[in-house]
């Protein structure tokens, strides 16, 4: 089964933190800097940690360079 989160990130931020905005939006702060995919490694990490589930079991499929993101969680 698969379901889809809407992500919106802050880069640089002081600590890293996930906040639940919606039933299907968060809101994620990241410590790393938007290069060579850092942030995006550590926005996957974070929410995986969050809803409970292995990394692999989540993909960004749409916002790679971009705040907003689309991110397809399988179950």
């Known amino acids: 089964m698969k379901s889809y989160l809407t992500v919106k990130v802050r880069t640089r931020a002081a600590e890293p933190r996930v906040e639940k905005t919606g039933e299907r939006e968060y809101k994620v702060s990241v410590i790393a800097a938007p290069t060579k995919g ?4 550590e926005v996957i990490g974070l929410l995986a940690q969050h809803l409970g589930i292995a990394r692999s079991q989540l993909k960004i ?4 360079t971009s705040r907003h993101k689309l991110v397809v969680v399988d179950l």
């Open 38 to 41: 850092k942030a995006n490694a």
């Open 61 to 64: 499929v749409r916002g790679e």
